[in-house]
Structures are given as C-alpha cells and as structure tokens.
T-cell receptor, first 109, second 115 residues
Framework: GQQVMQIPQYQHVQEGEDFTTYCNSS?????IQWYKQRPGGHPVFLIQ?????EVKKQKRLTFQFGEAKKNSSLHITATQTTDVGTYFC?????????FGPGTSLSVIP | ETGVTQTPRHLVMGMTNKKSLKCEQH?????MYWYKQSAKKPLELMFV???????ENNSVPSRFSPECPNSSHLFLHLHTLQPEDSALYLC??????????????FGPGTRLTVL
C-alpha cells in the first residue's frame, strides 16, 4: 500500500541552528500536508502543497514540493525552543491523509 | 483551541470494560475522523464519516465501534479491548470530505490505557 517515509526520525539541534525534515514516497504524491504536534499536544495543520516544485514560506519555515512530486521538505531557519515537536507530512488522497512517521525535533537552548 | 473537543482526556479501563470516547466539533464541518496514535507508529486512520455516513473503515477490529449521530458528534465505543489498544485516540474534522483542498482540525485526544 501507500507509504510515506520521513527522515530523520529524531533531530537534536542547538537553538539558532537550522533544521530540515524530508518526506519521501516511492510513488507520485497527489498533495502534501504538513502538521506539527507539540509534546503532549495534538497535530496542528501547517500547510498544504499541491503543485510540482511549489515553495511556500511561513516566517522561518520553508516548505518545498519536489519537481517529480515524490518528495517534500520542511526547513526551519534559526530554530527556537518554540519549534520543539514532531513534524508530520501526509499525502492527501481524497478522503484520507496517509501520514509519515514524523520527525521529532528537540532544541537545546 | 476549542474547535474540536474530546472527552474524556484520560481513560484507564480493564479488558472486560465497555467505555465510549466522545468527540464534538464546533466548526460546522461535514467530515469527522478517528485516528489511533501509538508510540513509534504513524497516525493510523480508523474511521471516516461524512454527513453522518461512514465512508471509510480501515480494517479496524470489531471491538472498536464508531457512531456518528449528527455532523457535530462522533463516538467511539470500546469493548473487550486488549493492552495493545493502549494509545492516544485523536478525533479530527474537516470542512469537506475531499482533503485535497481541506485541512484537518484535531482534538486534544483521549489517552487510553488498557490494563
């Protein structure tokens, strides 16, 4: 069945360093959604990518959709302690989202 | 955020108990979802409802029984669960069933422990 992979599984960074998580699939992805889940919290929608090669920015967060629509990335510039959490990508397929396993980010102050 | 609420927030039950999880959305959405989140596993979709009709059932054991009496409420009835069913159960809603252009709003979850 469909599988969405994410790497790395965990990332520890010093506050102020950059962070990138990658979302990959062996098949062409229709749309990609990104969510963030703080420790003890619930997933919160960040963004959706639809077009091949699309790049979207939200303050220090940059989201990219690969040209072949088989991968996506989330890059955070100059991490802050408020960025701590698990970042999930998910492929949307009409009535469902197939989520990746997530990348857990910890930020050392 | 109070758009999607879930009760109870924590639940401990024995394997022979029967309990129910409740989800309510105050967003006027038409689709609702149950997910299971276990440690070290991706979010697993369990059930999808659109306008009170079940549209997806991802091979979930019959000991989990969903109910959607109206578009604002969703229940998950639990009976004779196993310890491996211990997890965070998340409810979500979206404006429309088509997630190609709709985001999901998640509730805070119910942390379930089965003894």
């Amino acid at each position: 069945g469909q599988q969405v992979m994410q790497i790395p599984q965990y990332q520890h960074v010093q506050e102020g360093e950059d962070f990138t998580t990658y979302c990959n699939s062996s098949t062409t992805l229709s749309n990609i959604q990104w969510y963030k889940q703080r420790p003890g919290g619930h997933p919160v929608f960040l963004i959706q990518l639809v077009k091949s090669g699309e790049v979207k920015k939200q303050k220090r967060l940059t989201f990219q959709f690969g040209e072949a629509k088989k991968n996506s990335s989330l890059h955070i510039t100059a991490t802050q302690t408020t960025d701590v959490g698990t970042y999930f990508c998910g492929e949307t397929s009409y009535d469902k989202v197939i989520f990746g396993p997530g990348t857990s980010l910890s930020v050392i102050p | 955020e109070t758009g999607v609420t879930q009760t109870p927030r924590h639940l401990v039950m024995g394997m022979t108990n029967k309990k129910s999880l409740k989800c309510e959305q105050h967003l006027g959405h038409n689709a609702m979802y149950w997910y299971k989140q276990s440690a070290k596993k991706p979010l697993e979709l369990m059930f999808v409802y659109s306008l009170e009709e079940r549209v997806e059932n991802n091979s979930v054991p019959s000991r989990f029984s969903p109910e959607c009496p109206n578009s604002s409420h969703l229940f998950l009835h639990l009976h004779t669960l196993q310890p491996e069913d211990s997890a965070l159960y998340l409810c979500a809603s979206s404006l429309r069933l088509d997630l190609s252009y709709n985001e999901q709003f998640f509730g805070p979850g119910t942390r379930l422990t089965v003894l």
